[in-house]
């Protein structure tokens, strides 16, 4: 793969990745964004009949906020692991889990916001292991639920794309919001797996940062 190109939407990252025949884009911002979103497409080149697939690491509205307009107005696929697919068809959220006060602010915030999600139809259903080959992109599908009973993570190369499993944003850490926290430990677990030694992570929020830095993240 060559080069890809993180798009910073306000709070939250989404990724264009060049891939045979076109573009496949990692998670779609906030609607508020989606101007910016547009640019940054066409910026890099990518056209309405070039935007192949966009994967979802998880149905939340910072994320999924524009897949609706990518769907009707770029006709791209919307990609979701099958265990979020409800939840994106619907624009319902489940509850969420916070840790400490602040934590409680948040989790009423985005039960507020998760409200303005129209919800979106979905055309391809993950699973966990899943390859991308189809779109022409050589990167597998791992299933890590925690932050949602669905979210993923792509590995691409030594590329780490971890949606809300881990966050950058002063250091390396979580999301904190979780759906069920033991599923959470067990992803972060994992993905201290699946990440190659010398691999980068791309979090949902804040910026890149080394493998090595899984080590020190707790929840
Ligand atoms: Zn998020």
Redesign the pocket.
């Known amino acids: 793969m060559t080069t890809f190109t993180p798009i910073k939407l306000g709070f ?1 990252n989404a990724y264009l990745l060049p891939v045979s025949g076109g573009y496949v884009l990692i998670d779609s911002g906030i609607p508020g964004k989606r101007a910016e979103l547009g640019s940054a497409l066409k910026a890099a080149g990518c056209r309405a009949d070039s935007l192949r697939l966009v994967v979802l690491t998880h149905p ?1 509205y ?2 999924a906020g524009n897949c609706l307009w990518l769907r009707d107005s770029w006709k791209a696929k919307i990609a979701i692991h099958e265990a979020d697919a409800e939840a994106l068809e619907t624009g319902v959220m489940l509850p969420r889990k916070g840790i400490g006060a602040v934590m409680k602010v948040f989790v009423g915030l985005s039960s507020l916001l998760r409200s303005a999600n129209p919800g979106c139809p979905v055309d391809v259903r993950l699973a966990e292991g899943q390859s991308l080959a189809d779109w022409g992109l050589d990167a597998r599908v791992y299933h890590l639920p925690g932050h949602t009973r669905g979210s993923v993570g792509i590995l691409c190369g030594k590329d780490f794309f971890a949606g ?1 499993l881990v966050a950058n944003w002063k250091k390396p850490g979580t ?1 904190f919001l979780a759906e069920n926290f033991e599923d959470y430990r067990a992803s972060l677990a994992r993905v201290r797996q699946i990440v190659p030694a010398d691999g980068t992570l791309w979090p ?2 804040g910026g890149p940062f080394p493998a090595a830095a899984l080590a020190d993240i707790r929840f």
């Open positions: 939250v939340d910072d994320h809300d999301a949902g929020h």
